[in-house]
DNA sequence: TGGGGGGAATGAATCGTTTCAAAGTTTGTG
DNA sequence: CACAAACTTTGAAACGATTCATTCCCCCCA
């Protein structure tokens, strides 16, 4: 690639540099008759402005990191799409990095992004709240979390009330009669579980005579849940739940995949089962699928909204928590026998 | 952010900015003792590398860039996994890009990554290979194409004989009988989308008695293809095609959905469906859905490593086109009746 | 004709990291 | 003890776009 520069565009054009960098961002400052030299120039030498020395000079880049738990989960790329849509508003770029469920991916992305100097981080964070945000956001980048609310003030976050989601399934299968409720998720570390777990034993808790188990998972894939649904059908018929509710759309069409394919049981006659995000492939599942609705284009562009008013606010900005509420969508999985 | 930079860790280390890029990039230069002296001071002043200014003297960024058609094709975000893995392996990112099918798009993504200086480009690229990916090329970023084969040699290439695949899926439904074939894809600009027909066109030309119809849908989405399914639903019976290949998952899902949520028809009894890419989802489908498998995660791999060659080998690279074969995955949707 | 005003263009300094020739230091050997 | 070889460290010169204080022009008016 020989390197083409502003210094070899400004002699081409007859121009000083400095021109060539005000025809570049400022085009009303030079005189119609320059602008038109120097974009000849440019256009005749195929010059493609240097990004990196852009924002060197700038300080920090034009994009914004967002780390999600996982890239294949059809919900994050919704939320992805809105947090784009936002930001290409403002001319900025979205990165996506993908944890893994992964302390250490989630690290490496934080390394990378805070490297790459972004305009701000948005992140579905793992397990605590480690001082890697907080260092992050002390040392100037704006940290917003994403489908998680932040306990204790010191985040801004943009979620959806997953303690009364989980409250909502648990609710609902009770109400249809159903009295061995299983919750199917994991790993505990992941704090959208442990609340949607806690939903669900708050509603069981109103429902006398129905109890609830946890089958823990390792992961929220449709493989993980696949597995849980095999477990489930190991057990002798007297001890299988009637009713699961797993903690999310993956997991929940893994069980159901388990449960059809391998065994013989009915669902709902057997086992109810609802899910979580309303995934766009939840509705065409071979039962289709119930499952709690939340608005994952609209967190997405809600967060990008609040970086920057975070940003543009600086240090003394209050921090906002956003909650969105979840909403039950009831399909065949979940019918009254 | 007060600016830490190399200068102040040199000074709090009492060395010279010299010897903290060493012991920031070749620590095995540096004595163990200024090596631990440097770190205590890169830990306690909170510096982090700016990854502009090293980007810009090293000339060109640590990343790939990757645009598909669509991130909510799981097809997609499988290739990007494969690419991200083998890009890790040398401590490359990627980023990934959404064209959702259209130029404008798809050429901002361009602009982006090139001036990013990115060590090159995988794209799914829509309609011909215009001048904007020659010019990329010539300028010195490589470029593979992905999921789509380079029919001119200039460019190198990773994808799957779509042709076969078109042919696998309509021999197919011909060989169980069926008659009245109707491809539902679109728009005609995709490559993809036209080889697949292509093959279907040539397996119906083999059987005598059976005839192909094109029903063209706008993009490549499942809502594209539920408005498909409701304008085969429209028809008088007599009129419908007794057999649907979809151009790919999310289509034929869409028309599943149709047929079975708003129609009368049964899958695969009045009409069989099948589609393409073999995407997690197609397996757990209302019908389970019968798919021409890609591997997908290996596409994504394999093209980032022939990226990685073109780039070492510079200039006089002999483009390289590689080309996997799909695989016909039969489910229910294609059971003989 | 001299001077003032305003639009246009200039170019040196800057951002922070890496590189590399050169200088400095230690170790080992005859 | 002198000297070479092997390590370490140094610091100035890039990389390329942007910014402004400054200079340059041109035109108008007194």
Redesign the pocket.
Known sequence: MS?????E??AEA?????????V???PG???P??VARVQAAIAHLG????D???Q????RSRSIGLVVLDVANPFFTDVARGAEDRAAEEGLAILLGNSDETIDRENAYLDLFEEQRVHGVLISPLGDLGDRLTRLRERGTPTVLVDRQAEDRRFSSVAVDDVAGGYLAADHLASIGRVRLAFVGGPAGIRQVTDRLEGARKAVAEHPGVSLEVIETESLTVLAGREAGERILARPESERPDAVFAANDLLAMGVLQALNMFGDVRVPGDIALIGYDDIAFAAAAVVPLSSIRQPSALIGYTAVDLLLREAAAGEGFEHEQIVFQPELVVRASTMPR
């Open positions: 390197s083409i520069s502003v210094r565009v400004a007859g121009v000083s540099v400095g021109t060539v960098s005000n570049l961002n400022r400052k030079v005189s008759d320059t010059f493609v402005r240097n990196a020395a852009r060197l000079r700038a300080g």
